[in-house]
């Protein structure tokens, strides 16, 4: 019998639904599944943690965590509390860089009884690979004067060690897909780092002649994700463009409500981490309707992470057949609960048995 040790936060706002609903379908499946076993541990770290204590999580938050396989975390914020660059880099951006976890895959994929906003949508099925641990996320940078001559400076990060790594992680993916990586650049504009980004991808490629490449500019990118996203398989970006991209690949399925990820630490020398892409969603915490989906596809990315993909694709199959069969929160159309939902992914689980 195998057993995961979880490090589990369920952060704030919808967290605090969702990832409870998921810790439900993972122990239904333990107990209907035999050989695997889970053994969380919850950690109340969020921005009541630090309205008592003036930081997202304890000194030594980042030693305990170490200690286990993985981390598992609903959504952090709550931004009329805690201004959001302060929970989010005291928490999620710690954790992430702490434990190198310097690669995020999101996928995005046409999913069964999910309607699409799409007006015709094919059988699109892509992988986003965000760079996550620089680029446009940096802490450097500054204010300086005052009044109207106010400036604002931010500066971007690009070593070449993180962008072939994260270049080197989508082309082994494509390999094990439909062998082909596009990269979300934008030289024609950005003019130090982009045109550096285009020459790592082509150094990089060079690697992999089975993979086939493409390369869109960011803006013309975002467009063919709405008009044929199909064409895609494996995309590559820079932290802020694969951010946006996943969460218009969220909304290109039907709802940032399913949409999953995983921060990969490809050294194995640190947990990872499985959160859905999706925030805290403040607009409806409270009324028991958050869709749990993004969260439970999450824990099945942590599986697939374990190396338990069988197991994890007929999760997969059964979140697609409760959607398929109506059972579904708001953001998609339903009149379902979120534990309403939960409940149909349990009982189908049962019936594996
Ligand atoms: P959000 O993702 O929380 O919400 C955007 C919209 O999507 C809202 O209308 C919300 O109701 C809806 N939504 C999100 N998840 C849903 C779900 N599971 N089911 C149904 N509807 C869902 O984004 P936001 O409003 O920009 O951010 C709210 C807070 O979350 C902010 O503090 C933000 O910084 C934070 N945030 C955190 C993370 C993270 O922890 N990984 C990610 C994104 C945003
Ligand atoms: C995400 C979020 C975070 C990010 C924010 C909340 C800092 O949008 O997980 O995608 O941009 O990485």
Avoid at 62 to 86: N, T, W
Avoid at 115 to 120: C, D, I, M, R
């Amino acid at each position: 019998m195998k057993t995961y040790e979880i490090a589990v936060i369920p952060g704030d706002g919808i967290g605090n639904e969702v990832v409870p609903a998921a810790l439900q379908v993972l122990r239904t499946l333990a107990d209907v599944h035999g050989g695997l076993n889970f053994k969380f541990t919850s950690f109340p770290w969020n921005c009541d943690y630090y309205m008592a204590n003036g930081k997202m999580m304890p000194d030594d938050g980042i030693d305990i965590l170490k200690g286990f396989q993985a981390v598992f975390l609903g959504a952090i914020g709550d931004p009329k509390r805690v201004p959001d660059h302060i929970s989010l880099w005291g928490l999620l951006i710690k954790i992430r860089r702490e434990f190198e976890q310097s690669i995020n895959i999101r996928p995005a994929a046409y999913f069964k009884g999910l309607e699409s906003p799409l007006k015709h949508t094919k059988n699109f099925d892509l992988m986003v690979v965000r760079e996550n641990s620089e680029g446009e996320y940096s802490e450097i940078g500054g204010r300086i004067h005052k009044g109207e001559d106010q400036l604002a400076i931010q500066n971007a990060i690009f070593s070449r060690r993180a962008t072939e790594r994260a270049m080197d992680y989508a082309f082994k993916l494509a390999q094990s897909r439909r062998g082909h990586v596009t990269s979300a650049t934008k030289s024609n504009g950005i003019v130090h780092t982009m045109p550096f980004w285009d020459e790592v991808f082509e150094d990089v490629s060079k690697k992999y002649p089975d993979v086939q490449t493409a390369a869109y500019h960011i803006d013309a990118l975002s467009a063919f994700f709405v008009t044929r996203p199909e064409i895609f398989d494996v995309v590559v970006s820079s932290n802020l463009f694969g951010d946006i991209l996943s969460e218009l690949g969220a909304a290109i399925m039907g709802s940032i409500g399913i949409a999953p990820a995983a921060n990969i630490n490809t050294k194995g020398n640190y947990p990872s981490m499985f959160e859905p892409v999706h925030g805290s969603a403040p607009d409806i915490y409270g009324r028991g309707i958050a869709n749990p989906i993004a969260q439970i596809w999450t824990a099945k990315m942590m599986l697939d992470h374990f190396g338990d993909t069988d197991i994890a694709q007929k999760l997969l199959d059964i979140l697609q057949d409760v959607t398929a069969e109506g059972v579904k929160t708001p953001d998609i159309g339903g009149r379902a609960t979120t534990q309403e939902v939960t409940e149909a992914i349990c009982n189908k689980l049962k019936d594996l048995a």
